[in-house]
């Protein structure tokens, strides 16, 4: 039986996550999206590290390193550097509701990778809810642009793009995470995506400056909430439900950010609404349970 903790566990990663679509407008205003990306998540690995040395899992993260360093960088660098390389660009274009509402399609997309490269059976109800979901998708995209009429942008695609990294983390955390200290582990994913994104934002000549007060503490507060403490408990979510149940609370993202967007006074409109009800029904049929037929004594 999963302890309840679990799912309040996966709940609130969905509750910091959809709060990142809306802390990383602020951002933006003053860092590059690869200095940003970088500099969340250096931020996030240092503070872990610091955690991980005060519970005495120091020595600990040395040998998990040692015996599966490959393994924890390839996690990383698909779904820290990868993922946060094109939401961070996506975000600059494209709206929070729209960036979170193309991201509630990943349990569908995770179970596809899951059935594709861990060999899990995909449900009949999976299957006929993607191109649902696809379609509710396709209309959040193209109508959910205010004033700007039936298009897709750059952003939407990037987040497309992030939406498939994400789905590839899920599936390498499960199939990749060696068991031992989740907090170890979690570090060393971090590390190697903060490496790759601080290597990409040199090379790729990005203008490295300090945030003012506001994206300051934006980027801070997406470092401990949305990168520290979300990342450890998905990742323990995952470890105790699998990636396909876990996925499902990925739901919540688009709610909470939607919710956060309105109190900001960012209010969704009625593509993005209607769009957003077809993905999470969508979503939510096909990871419904089948019904047992019985059968007459």
Same mark, same amino acid.
């Given at each position: 039986?999963?302890?309840?903790?679990?799912?309040?566990?996966?709940?609130?990663?969905?509750?910091?996550?959809?709060?990142?679509?809306?802390?990383?407008?602020?951002?933006?205003?003053?860092?590059?999206?690869?200095?940003?990306?970088?500099?969340?998540?250096?931020?996030?690995?240092?503070?872990?590290?610091?955690?991980?040395?005060?519970?005495?899992?120091?020595?600990?993260?040395?040998?998990?390193?040692?015996?599966?360093?490959?393994?924890?960088?390839?996690?990383?660098?698909?779904?820290?550097?990868?993922?946060?390389?094109?939401?961070?660009?996506?975000?600059?274009?494209?709206?929070?509701?729209?960036?979170?509402?193309?991201?509630?399609?990943?349990?569908?997309?995770?179970?596809?990778?899951?059935?594709?490269?861990l060999g899990e059976?995909?449900?009949?109800?999976?299957?006929?809810?993607?191109?649902?979901?696809?379609?509710?998708?396709?209309?959040?995209?193209?109508?959910?642009?205010?004033?700007?009429?039936?298009?897709?942008?750059?952003?939407?695609?990037?987040?497309?793009?992030?939406?498939?990294?994400?789905?590839?983390?899920?599936?390498?955390?499960?199939?990749?995470?060696? =068991? *031992? !200290?989740?907090?170890?582990?979690?570090? %060393?994913? #971090? $590390?190697?995506?903060?490496? /790759? &994104?601080?290597l990409a934002a040199?090379?790729?000549?990005?203008?490295?400056?300090? =945030? *003012? !007060?506001?994206?300051?503490?934006?980027? %801070?507060? #997406? $470092?401990?909430?949305?990168? /520290? &403490?979300?990342?450890?408990?998905?990742?323990?979510?995952?470890?105790?439900?699998?990636? *396909?149940?876990?996925?499902?609370?990925?739901? %919540?993202?688009?709610?909470?950010?939607?919710?956060?967007?309105?109190?900001?006074?960012?209010?969704?409109?009625?593509?993005?609404?209607?769009g957003g009800m077809?993905?999470?029904?969508?979503? %939510?049929?096909?990871?419904?349970?089948?019904?047992?037929?019985?059968?007459?004594?």
């Open positions: 039986m999963i302890p309840a903790r679990i799912y309040l566990f996966a709940a609130f990663a969905a509750l910091f996550w959809g709060a990142n679509f809306n802390l990383a407008g602020p951002v933006l205003v003053d860092m590059a999206p690869m200095a940003a990306a970088a500099g969340r998540f250096l931020l996030a690995a240092l503070i872990m590290l610091v955690v991980v040395v005060g519970r005495g899992e120091g020595l600990a993260m040395l040998e998990i390193a040692r015996r599966h360093g490959l393994r924890l960088s390839i996690v990383g660098i698909v779904g820290i550097a990868g993922f946060n390389l094109l939401f961070f660009d996506a975000m600059r274009s494209t709206s929070a509701v729209n960036g979170a509402l193309i991201m509630a399609t990943n349990p569908l997309l995770t179970a596809l990778l899951a059935a594709l490269t059976k995909i449900p009949s109800r999976q299957i006929a809810a993607l191109p649902v979901a696809l379609g509710g998708v396709a209309l959040v995209i193209l109508g959910g642009r205010n004033g700007g009429g039936l298009s897709m942008g750059l952003g939407d695609a990037e987040m497309l793009g992030a939406n498939l990294a994400w789905a590839a983390y899920n599936v390498l955390a499960r199939k990749l995470m060696p =068991p *031992g !200290p989740q907090f170890a582990n979690v570090t %060393l994913v #971090m $590390a190697a995506g903060a490496l /790759v &994104l601080t040199l090379a790729g000549g990005s203008e490295i400056a300090l =945030p *003012g !007060p506001r994206a300051g503490a934006a980027l %801070l507060t #997406m $470092a401990v909430t949305g990168s /520290v &403490l979300a990342y450890l408990f998905w990742s323990m979510a995952i470890t105790r439900m699998g990636a *396909g149940r876990t996925s499902l609370f990925l739901n %919540l993202v688009p709610v909470f950010a939607a919710i956060i967007a309105s109190l900001g006074g960012d209010v969704p409109n009625p593509a993005q609404l209607g077809v993905v999470i029904m969508a979503v %939510l049929y096909s990871m419904a349970p089948a019904r047992q037929r019985t059968c007459p004594a």
